[in-house]
């Protein structure tokens, strides 16, 4: 299993599956997981309380600076 490799979901009711799943092959890789599939401000939250997600890669919602800096203070308040 490549560690690079993008998991396909979108979802946040879907993904905590497939990144545990994804955790659990790669286990001994010890390794930090990004969700990067259209995170906006209305999601951000949702894939930031799945456990096996240790942050976001943010894209097309960086270019908008009120849509990122929403993504950012709602990763503080996940955080806390």
Known sequence: VNPQQQLETNHPQ??????????QKCAPLQFRQLYGGSVKPTNAGAHLTIPEVNGLFVGGASLIA??????IETAKRVAS
């Open 14 to 23: 879907v993904g905590p599956a497939r990144h545990l799943g994804f955790r």
């Open 66 to 71: 009120e849509q990122f800096l929403s993504i």
